[in-house]
């Protein structure tokens, strides 16, 4: 894969995140609608930098290092990037209306722990993130941000959001 095709990966990965942010949007909208309770807004911010960290620390590490495409590497992560996205549209479509990159509780809204991963995972949104955060800079051999971007990932999930979550989802 040559440097130009895993920037486009990485551009399109962005517009999709940006897709995302349309639909988490009209979500955190319908939620407060019906009188949801947003939780955690001090970390989000964080989280935010973090991922458009990780896009922009991919290209850079890849173009100003000089990083290779290893084939024996690079094509295997890309499979594993593809399915983490394809498990992050599960995710989605499994919670529906409910789904959003905020912590916000609606007041009478059953939690979704029958539908999709939640049936084996409390969490595997974040389980896929942690997964792509590897994989997507590995496509490329971009080892240094694959390994930067999971400690910080690891604290800010480990310290502040699934905390979080688990505080909102205990108020339900």
């Known amino acids: ?3 130009g095709l895993y920037i486009a990966l990485i551009l399109v ?3 999709e ?5 349309v639909v988490s ?3 955190a909208a319908d939620a407060f609608a019906r009188g949801g309770r947003e939780f955690g807004q001090g970390h989000f911010p964080f989280m935010v930098a973090l991922h458009t960290g990780l896009l922009l620390a991919c290209i850079a590490e890849v173009v100003l290092l000089d ?6 590497l690079g094509w295997p992560m890309l499979a594993i990037a593809l399915a983490c996205q394809a498990a992050r549209y599960w995710i989605i479509a499994s919670l529906g209306r409910q789904w959003n990159t905020r912590v916000i509780v609606v007041p009478g ?3 979704v722990a029958d539908r999709g991963l939640y049936r084996w995972f409390s969490h595997p949104n974040y389980v896929v993130v942690a997964v792509e955060g590897i994989a997507l800079p590995l496509v490329h051999t971009a080892w240094i941000t694959a390994i930067v971007f999971t400690v910080l990932n690891a604290v800010l999930l480990l310290g502040f959001r699934i905390p979080t979550e688990n505080r909102a989802l205990r108020e339900l």
């Open 109 to 111: 809204a059953g939690r």
């Open 1 to 3: 894969m040559s440097v």
């Open 17 to 21: 995140r940006i897709v995302e942010l």
């Open 25 to 27: 949007r009209r979500n």
């Open 67 to 72: 990083r290779p495409f290893i084939p024996w």
């Open 13 to 15: 990965t962005g517009a």
